[in-house]
């Protein structure tokens, strides 16, 4: 494709593009175990959120940086064995250069190593926890995305997995399609997703099609 694309697909990577949950719970278990935390009530502030806003919520004596720190320490011995979701690699191979990006409350680093570890095609542009001051549901990550892919809001459509980012692509003015890997469709469709699949090979032809024809998602 030459030129900015006039459509594109923003992503969220963890529950969409990468398999992470046993990886996160287990850090962030350990993390909440390091502090005599309840980890289940940790583990619950956690979903599509930025660990900073994480930690700020359920621990608001700790210095919030350091803690981030230690926690993206416990990460980076886990990324490589993060899974890429069946069918990821060929969905990303199949959307046209520069018509796609992804918007996570992770880091930079680690998800292109994950990516690389699991075989997934790097992307252009990752919008990551560090390049925004307001994590999902705040749309700051998916408007930055779309501006830096060159492609007005209501062009793109986000594929998501968690209601945080669900609100954050809708509060972007943007079509949010989920995908039921880690929440219950009811509670994607609630949150506005325009529709609800149950993985990504169902929601491969969707996309692709979006990208390519401008054919709607819902």
């Keep these: 494709m030459t030129g900015p694309a006039r459509r594109a697909v923003l992503f969220d990577v963890d529950g969409v593009l990468l398999d992470s949950y046993a990886v996160y719970r287990a850090v962030w278990d350990r993390w909440a175990g390091d502090h005599g935390l309840d ?128 609100t954050a692509g809708r509060a972007a003015g943007m079509a949010v399609l989920g995908v039921a890997t880690t929440h219950p469709p009811a509670a994607l469709l609630a949150a506005g997703a325009a529709r609800v699949v149950a993985d990504l090979p169902t929601a491969a032809p969707l996309l692709v099609a979006w990208v390519l024809v401008g054919a709607a998602v819902a």
């Design 39 to 166: 980890p289940a009530a940790v583990w619950s502030e956690t979903h599509g959120r930025r660990g900073l806003d994480t930690i700020t919520t359920v621990a608001p004596h700790l210095d919030a940086a350091a803690e981030l720190d230690r926690l993206q320490g416990y990460l980076a011995e886990q990324a490589p064995t993060m899974p890429a979701y069946p069918g990821a690699a060929s969905l990303l191979s199949a959307l046209p250069a520069g018509s796609w990006a992804v918007v996570t409350s992770g880091v930079d680093e680690l998800v292109r190593a994950s990516f690389a570890a699991a075989g997934v095609p790097a992307p252009g542009v990752v919008v990551d926890a560090h390049r925004v001051e307001r994590g999902k549901p705040d749309p700051q990550g998916y408007l930055l995305a779309a501006r830096e892919l060159d492609v007005p809001p209501e062009s793109c459509v986000v594929v998501e997995d968690a209601p945080a980012g669900v």
